[in-house]
Structures are given as C-alpha cells and as structure tokens.
C-alpha cells in the first residue's frame, strides 16, 4: 500500500542562547596557530578545530566545565596576537503551533519539473500571492545558481528533491553529506507509515496513528525536517537551482555559532550565489558579522528571516549590513502577528503561514514562521541571478524590493516576483 505522510509544523525563526554544561569559544588571532596554543597553555584552554576563514585566522577553543568563561575570555582579549574572543553560543528554534492548510490534502499528483509533486504544492495560496507562475510564464527562469542552505540538513533521497541537491556537508557530525535522516532512529522514521493527521506535539500534525506520535513527541526531534522545508520552498521558486545543503542545527534546532561559521565560509568555497539562513539570534556576534561580510563581498546574496517575536527589534544575520531581512505576511496581505517587524530588519516581506512544502522521507508539509518567507525570497534571488548573473547582492536586494507596498513597518513591501524580475533587467 501506498504510504502517505502528511504534517502540520510551525517553526519560528528565533534562535534563543541556552545555557550548556560544554564551553566553548571563538577566538581570531593576527598570525599562526602558535599564538593560540602558547595562549591557551597558559590559560587552560584547548585548540578544537579551525573554523576554515579564509585567512586562516579563526579557532574554535574548549574550556574546562569549571573554569570562568568570562574571566578566560577577558584574558585572551588582552594576550598579545588575539584579535578577538567570543562565546560560542549555542542557539535554539522555537516553535508555535497552527491549524493544518487545506492545500495539504490536496495530494494529486501533477508534473513539475521532470518529478511528481503535490498539487497543493504548487497550488497554494503563497505562489499566487507572489506571483510565482506568472513569473514564470512571463520569463522563463527556472534558476541556475547554487543557492546554499544553513539548517538542520535535507533529506537527499526527496524525489522532489533529489535530483537538485548537492552533497553538502554535515558540521554538527563533521562528515561530508548534508543529510538530516541520520538523526533519527528506525523507530522515529516510522512516521511516515501513517494515514490520518494527529498532533504528535504542540507544532506538528502528522499522518500517523497515535502510538507512533509518542516517538516524536519530544523536544530531541522539534527541528526535525525544518531543513527540507526550507529547501523545498527554495525549490518551488527555483526548481533547476543547485542547493548546497549545509548542517549546522541538531534535530532538536539547537547548532554552535562556530559552525554556522564554517558554513558561511564553505558557502562561497562552493561558489553558491545565494545563502538561505532561516534563523535569527537575538545578539550580534563579531566572528558571524565578519563572515556575512565576507560572503557579500564575494558577490553572495544573503537572505535571512527576521524572527518570530513579533516585535520590532533587532536580531540576527537579518540585522547586519548587506542581509536581506525577510518578515512574514499572512494570505490575506497583512504581517503575521507573529512576525518581527520594522526597519532597518525587515527589508521585504513574503507569505509565512501555511506554506505547503517537502519534509524528509517523501512527504510534505506545511509550515509556519519567517524560517518559510525567507527561502521564497532566496529562490527569487537565484533567478535574478539567472536573469543577469553580473547583478551584485545590491542589485539584487534593490530589485526584490520592487514589492508590494504594504505598511511602513514591513520595509518595501510584500514580495512580487514578477516586479523583482522587472526591476532585474
């Protein structure tokens, strides 16, 4: 028999700091490893890995349970050739929870792109709103950039998927492939056997009977699959597109800011021309800020979700310079209650509320939060590229806020791809 899988979960985009019994740190130094090593002998610290800058400068460091993290990082900051110090932070999704689409269940097969998908997939109210199809009709682009994705990983056997993915890379195992599969067990996986949608926790509606939502009904799987989602709305906009699936987050949503580092790096190594990060921290980081830079200045695009607060305040990469800030509307054109808000953050807004997408072992979704307005913003920016691939991240930024004038507080409006693509010209 045929299985069918399908699953209800809103992800917000907020990364909050937690406290854990492992400390760890960033540190930059102005020349070699030596400096570091001689430094953290005398300190008690412990050299983990570098964290693969481009100039060789960045480590990530150990301290002992017991030891005063601040009173180490004050030490470094004065030692002689240590550029900076920080706390490698550890950072955590939250989450809501929200009624199940109808476009859910409309699971008609249809062709798209030389695969079956979902019909609700492609019929949704969000493609509509921003004017996917006719975009589509209108320019014929279907996306040929990489475009990387720093989440909890993807699904690579998808069949939606599958055929667009590059291998990645897995940073919270430190293993090529940027699969999320392997953080479940047997027994987890067996949520994809199911018929009828039951919540199997305060976010996820799932197609599977009631003894199978206990498995996942805990906080080790919350993220589980926001990844593939992600990659699935990227996908939608543009189905030829490359993605550079890069794992950075846990399962259960939490991930280092060290390794959102390493993937910022290994996204222009890999020459992707976009970077989707549908995540946000509520503070800056100087090592994070430096890496965006870096990024734009190498003719990336950086797109990030502003969070789910739904207040106007700063967070994180959305807040830095060259980042565009992606709020969330809902399918009637208003922002989402739940949506962080105002400028400088919010650059443009896109639909985030029952976005209908992909989730691992060939099922689908649907999602919300501005983790899922981000990634249709991204797919946009890797067809402008296609338009014209001499276009600079400020081109690309100024012409995706050729939108949809909505309030003053959601920056130039709602996304319009078929305005954005104009304006790209």
């Given at each position: 028999?045929?299985?069918?899988?399908?699953?209800?979960?809103?992800?917000?985009?907020?990364?909050?700091?937690?406290?854990?019994?492992?400390?760890?740190?960033?540190?930059?130094?102005?020349?070699?490893?030596?400096?570091?090593?001689?430094?953290?002998?005398?300190?008690?610290?412990?050299?983990?890995?570098?964290?693969?800058?481009?100039?060789?400068?960045?480590?990530?460091?150990?301290?002992?349970?017991?030891?005063?993290?601040?009173?180490?990082?004050?030490?470094?900051?004065?030692?002689?050739?240590?550029?900076?110090?920080?706390?490698?932070?550890?950072?955590?999704?939250?989450?809501?929870?929200?009624?199940?689409?109808?476009?859910?269940?409309?699971?008609?097969?249809?062709?798209?792109?030389?695969?079956?998908?979902?019909?609700g997939y492609l019929s949704q109210p969000a493609v509509s709103i921003v004017r996917l199809a006719d975009a589509r009709n209108m320019f014929g682009l279907s996306g040929n950039s990489?475009?990387?994705?720093?989440?909890?990983?993807?699904?690579?056997?998808?069949?939606?998927?599958?055929?667009?993915?590059?291998?990645?890379?897995?940073?919270?195992?430190?293993?090529?492939?940027?699969?999320?599969?392997?953080?479940?067990?047997?027994?987890?996986?067996?949520?994809?056997?199911?018929?009828?949608?039951?919540?199997?926790?305060?976010?996820?509606?799932?197609?599977?009977d009631q003894s199978t939502a206990a498995v996942v009904d805990t906080q080790q799987y919350s993220a589980f699959g926001h990844g593939t989602m992600v990659s699935g709305i990227v996908?939608?906009?543009?189905?030829?597109?490359?993605?550079?699936?890069?794992?950075?987050?846990?399962?259960?949503?939490?991930?280092?800011?060290?390794?959102?580092?390493?993937?910022?790096?290994?996204?222009?190594?890999?020459?992707?021309?976009?970077?989707?990060?549908?995540?946000?921290?509520?503070?800056?980081?100087?090592?994070?800020?430096?890496?965006?830079?870096?990024?734009?200045?190498?003719?990336?695009?950086?797109?990030?979700?502003?969070?789910?607060?739904?207040?106007?305040?700063?967070?994180?990469?959305?807040?830095?310079?060259?980042?565009?800030?992606?709020?969330?509307?809902?399918?009637?054109?208003?922002?989402?209650?739940?949506?962080?808000?105002?400028?400088?953050?919010?650059?443009?807004?896109?639909?985030?509320?029952?976005?209908?997408?992909?989730?691992?072992?060939?099922?689908?979704?649907?999602?919300?939060?501005?983790?899922?307005?981000?990634?249709?913003?991204?797919?946009?920016?890797?067809?402008?590229?296609?338009?014209?691939?001499?276009?600079?991240?400020?081109?690309?930024?100024?012409?995706?806020?050729?939108?949809?004038?909505?309030?003053?507080?959601?920056?130039?409006?709602?996304?319009?791809?078929?305005?954005?693509?104009?304006?790209?010209?």
């Open positions: 028999m045929k299985r069918r899988f399908c699953i209800s979960l809103a992800l917000a985009a907020l990364l909050t700091i937690r406290a854990t019994a492992e400390q760890r740190a960033i540190v930059r130094v102005a020349g070699t490893q030596a400096i570091l090593s001689t430094a953290c002998s005398l300190l008690g610290c412990t050299i983990v890995r570098g964290l693969d800058d481009p100039l060789g400068q960045l480590f990530l460091i150990g301290i002992s349970d017991t030891a005063s993290i601040s009173s180490l990082l004050s030490s470094l900051s004065v030692y002689p050739g240590i550029l900076n110090a920080e706390v490698d932070s550890v950072v955590r999704v939250a989450q809501d929870r929200p009624p199940v689409p109808p476009a859910l269940y409309d699971t008609i097969n249809v062709p798209f792109y030389g695969v079956q998908v979902h019909s990489a475009v990387a994705v720093i989440d909890t990983g993807v699904d690579p056997t998808h069949p939606v998927l599958q055929g667009v993915l590059a291998a990645g890379y897995d940073f919270t195992h430190n293993r090529s492939s940027g699969s999320e599969k392997g953080d479940v067990t047997q027994s987890t996986a067996a949520v994809v056997d199911g018929v009828s949608p039951v919540y199997v926790n305060s976010y996820t509606a799932a197609g599977i996908h939608l906009v543009a189905p030829t597109a490359i993605i550079l699936p890069l794992k950075s987050f846990g399962p259960d949503g939490s991930g280092y800011i060290s390794d959102i580092l390493r993937a910022v790096y290994m996204s222009v190594r890999s020459n992707a021309r976009v970077i989707n990060m549908s995540f946000s921290i509520p503070s800056s980081s100087v090592e994070f800020s430096r890496s965006i830079s870096y990024a734009t200045n190498s003719g990336v695009v950086c797109v990030a979700s502003v969070g789910n607060n739904g207040k106007n305040m700063p967070v994180y990469p959305a807040a830095y310079n060259g980042v565009i800030g992606v709020a969330s509307t809902t399918n009637d054109d208003v922002r989402s209650s739940f949506s962080n808000f105002g400028a400088p953050l919010v650059w443009v807004a896109a639909p985030g509320e029952g976005v209908v997408t992909t989730y691992p072992y060939g099922a689908y979704a649907a999602a919300w939060g501005t983790s899922f307005s981000a990634p249709l913003v991204a797919g946009t920016a890797a067809l402008l590229l296609q338009q014209n691939r001499a276009l600079t991240p400020a081109d690309v930024a100024s012409a995706i806020g050729h939108a949809r004038q909505l309030t003053s507080d959601l920056g130039n409006g709602r996304l319009d791809i078929v305005n954005a693509l104009q304006a790209g010209q």
